[in-house]
C-alpha cells in the first residue's frame, strides 16, 4: 500500500508564504510523477501543479503561476510546494499525488493513482 503524508498546511494572512511537504516512505519516487491538487469547499478538486520524473518538467496551473514552485527530492522521497503571494482564494485542502507514469506530467487527477489525505490551507486575515 502507497503512503502519502501532506504536512505544512495551516492559517495564514493574505500575502503570506506556506511550504507544503509530501512524504513517500518505503516509496522509489524516481519513476513517477508527483502532483498537487487542492479542493476548497462545494468545488471540484483541481490540480494545482506537477512535477515530472522524467526531466523534472513541471506543470502550473494558471491562478498559481508564479507564486508556487513545485520540487522533489527523490533521495528523500519527498516533494514540496513552495506557495507565496498567498490569496483568500488559494483556501482549500491541499493534496499530493502519485501518476503512473515519468513522462509529461497531468494536471488531471484521473491519471493519479495513490493520493494523500490532504492538508487544510487557510488564508485569511
Known amino acids: 500500500q502507497v503512503q502519502l503524508v501532506e504536512s505544512g498546511g495551516g492559517l495564514v494572512q493574505p500575502g503570506g508564504s506556506l511550504r507544503l511537504s509530501c512524504a513517500v516512505p518505503?516509496?522509489?519516487?524516481?519513476?513517477?510523477?508527483i502532483g498537487w491538487f487542492r479542493q476548497a469547499p462545494g468545488k471540484e478538486r483541481e490540480g494545482v501543479s506537477c512535477i515530472s520524473a522524467n526531466d523534472g518538467s513541471t506543470y502550473y496551473a494558471d491562478s498559481v503561476k508564479g507564486r508556487f514552485t513545485i520540487s522533489r527530492d527523490n533521495a528523500k522521497n519527498l516533494v514540496y510546494l513552495q506557495m507565496n503571494s498567498l490569496k483568500p482564494e488559494d483556501t482549500a485542502v491541499y493534496y499530493c499525488?502519485?501518476?503512473?507514469?515519468?513522462?509529461?506530467?497531468?494536471?488531471?487527477?484521473?491519471?493519479?493513482?495513490?493520493w494523500g489525505q490532504g492538508t487544510q490551507v487557510t488564508v485569511s486575515s
Open positions: 499525488a502519485i501518476e503512473n507514469t515519468y513522462l509529461y506530467c497531468s494536471d488531471s487527477r484521473a491519471s493519479y493513482n495513490y
Open positions: 518505503r516509496f522509489t519516487l524516481d519513476y513517477y510523477n
